[in-house]
């Protein structure tokens, strides 16, 4: 392909012409390049190559020498291929070792590690504004699923924590488990939290929900604990009837108000019992306390559309997690991390609407709903692919600085 040039970058006249090869300045850049794709199609994975070549200008007002910005800017990986590793990546768990053998072996391509970090980072330079938008999409709807995990990095630790709703999953890193930040994010947040126990969502200003699946558990601990304590069966007991009977009904209907709310009046006389009664033994103290001071958030879900009962949603995203846990130990960085999460929170979005995360990448669109709605439209993809403007990848400044590359890290020379 060529690639031209019509105006002057440097003063915008469009009076330029080309310049005889013999005179082009050492300073300006070769005028060849290479860009390698994968093209993805239901049989087959081809590689293709492209070659771009461009010439030299002078501008006739300025006088300045230069080559096409779009050309300086060409990238030397396309979107296939870059979709290609993110898929591997992130949806096989595939190590950048295991990436690197892979593409060579199967295409031919030598990728070094530090262009895997490129990849990462054009991809996350794209899909930044997709997160924005589904993490404003999460706080606009009726539901949010939080859970949290710690995570150990190589400069210090931190948490992860998820944002979740049926359409969508958004991961977000921070340096502390205060929840100061969620006050400041879900100000605008009018639908019911689902979430564990933990205290940091306790004094967050709207409806909640908290996860019967832990609570059921701790009952089951204290029951062990205490095979003896009737006391504690005088709780636990009708406790279980009333929640065997809300999830007969979900069951049947599913989580709709109109056929959950008949149980709220049961619930409601659960705990008035339950504050009138004195209890002695210390296990069933602790659970009657419990149980009155989260009166409010235990039977949210009866009076609204599609709220769960548990968080089992945020709670396998944050699997997730463990599982890049497991797959780098301490070894990324927080900005790695989050570059990482961006990546993941598409991944996981695509998961929960059942949409393939490698066809959602290669269409190139940005809005998970657009991509939905146009499935079966196939647009036409741009056949010049560039750098974000100001972006350098570091493989390529050092070229440019030329640097002695070691030849163990080196690419095949296939762009020189
Ligand atoms: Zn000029």
Redesign the pocket.
Known sequence: MEITATR?P????KRIAPLDPKQRPKDLQRRRKRAIDLVITPGAIRRKVVEFRTVAYR?E??Q?CFTPERYDRLTRYFHGLMSWFAYQHITHRLGLRSLAALFYETFGVRVNFWEFTDFRHLLVHKYRKTCKLLLAQLIAGPVLYVDETEIKLKDGSGYVWVFASPSATIYIFRRSREGDFLRQMLKDFKGVLVSDFYSAYDGLPCLQQRCLIHLIRDMNRAILDNPFDQELQSITTPFGALLRSIVTTIDEHGLKQRYLRIHAKTAEAFFDALAERFHESEASKALRERLLRNRQRLFTFLQHDGVSWNNNLAENAIKRISDYREDVRRSAKEAGLAEYLVLLSLYQTCRVREISFLKFLLSQKRDVDAFVASKRHRRRLQHVEVYPKGYLPPSIISVRRGKAIRAGDTVAAESE
């Open positions: 002057c440097v003063c915008g006249s501008c007002s300025c300045k």
